[in-house]
């Protein structure tokens, strides 16, 4: 069975500070994991993927994630916070044919 | 614009109404997604597509969900007897084969019974 656990529901940040936004996963399978961001009134949209490459994925506006295979993380990780990057994260684990997001993270940026 | 499109956008409806609505996904895209978004959670799963097959369907899918994709472009779903607990986002998504491509969503249908 696969699940997906994101380990907060909010995270707030000042602008031009790291951000860190933390995801475990269980899958029977080697998973495809995602991180996909929701703007307000706006649709899902993907910031990166794993899919069994590289273990430190890049991806869109600055953000990566690294897989760990040993600690079942993906977290995801962006070296300067923009009040632009205020949103809903999930994150995403998908086997054969299942997929699962998780709750979401909502990310907050302080001025 | 080639994104993925969904109609309505929003629909209020009173409870044990009949609700249908459709999306038009990416055109060259063979997989079709359908997922349902209540406040404060994650996209749930329904069903998918591929082309005009349905080929996975989720227990939240009740008797009362049905969903087509007849010539393998748009798709609909349909809700049947509308209750309360369906009021949520409704979500469509489509992709280029399996599941680790990346899922284009559209801006959801959202559904208010009351």
């Known amino acids: 069975a696969q699940s997906v656990t994101q380990l907060d529901s909010h995270v707030s940040v000042s602008e031009g500070t790291p951000v860190l936004l933390r995801c475990n996963y269980s899958s029977s399978y080697s998973p495809s994991l995602f991180w996909y961001v929701q703007h307000p009134n706006k649709g899902l949209q993907l910031l990166l993927k794993y899919t069994s490459a590289a273990t430190l994925v890049k991806g869109i506006n600055g953000f990566e994630a690294e897989f760990k295979k040993s600690e079942t993380s993906f977290h995801l990780t962006k070296p300067s916070a923009h009040m632009s990057d205020a949103a809903e994260y999930f994150c995403?684990?998908?086997?054969?044919?299942?997929?699962?997001f998780g709750k979401g993270t909502r990310l907050h940026i302080l001025p | 614009d080639t994104g993925v499109s969904q109609d309505p956008r929003h629909k209020i409806t009173k409870r044990g109404q009949n609700v249908t609505f459709r999306c038009d996904p990416i055109?060259?895209?063979?997989?079709l997604y359908w997922y349902r978004q209540t406040l404060g959670q994650g996209p749930e799963f329904l069903t998918y597509f591929q082309n005009e097959a349905q080929l996975e369907k989720s227990r939240l899918l009740s008797d009362r969900f049905s969903a087509e994709r007849p010539k393998g472009s748009f798709s609909t779903l349909e809700i049947q007897r509308t209750e309360q607990g369906d009021s949520a986002m409704y979500l469509c998504?489509?992709?280029?084969?399996?599941?680790?491509?990346?899922?284009?969503f559209g801006p959801g249908t959202r559904l208010t019974v009351l």
């Open positions: 995403v684990v998908s086997d054969m044919d299942k997929i699962i």
């Open positions: 055109s060259e895209h063979n997989r």
């Open positions: 998504a489509s992709s280029l084969g399996l599941f680790y491509n990346e899922q284009f």
